[in-house]
């Protein structure tokens, strides 16, 4: 009986964890960074990054697809970390958004990315 309820207490413990790590995300994006806000197409890539932290992310090349779904839960230095539960991608910034010839630019992952779209209202 002791075992039991001490697994029981493990399991409640490892519930809470995983709840906190969960509910720790932005709730808008900080405004030092809020030139990532919008939609950026790249050759392999689309990434939408929303004012509320929200980030859909899809990459197609060569067959391989890769999509992510769900909110910043950090940023560090240039770079963002995106997920949920414990499952999370970090997204490499190694230039972050500037203007050139018209258009913001960004590098994410090695690929160079352009605005497309912004999100002024969400």
Not at 54 to 67: C, M, Q
Request: glycine fraction near 6%; charge should be neutral; hydrophobic fraction near 40%.
């Amino acid at each position: 009986m002791k075992l039991l309820k001490k697994i029981k207490h493990v399991y409640l413990f490892l519930i809470l964890a995983i709840f906190i790590t969960a509910c720790n995300e932005l709730d808008t994006i900080p405004p030092e960074k809020s030139n990532y806000i919008g939609t950026w197409q790249g050759e392999y890539m689309v990434i939408s990054i929303t004012k509320d932290a929200r980030v859909i992310y899809n990459y197609k090349k060569d067959g391989v697809t890769k999509s992510v779904e769900g909110p910043i839960q950090e940023f560090i230095g240039d770079d963002f970390k995106v997920g949920v539960l414990g499952l999370n991608s970090l997204f490499k910034v190694s230039t972050p958004p500037y203007f050139e010839d018209g258009q913001w630019k960004m590098v994410i992952d090695d690929q160079l990315v352009i605005k497309t779209s912004f999100f002024k209202s969400l």
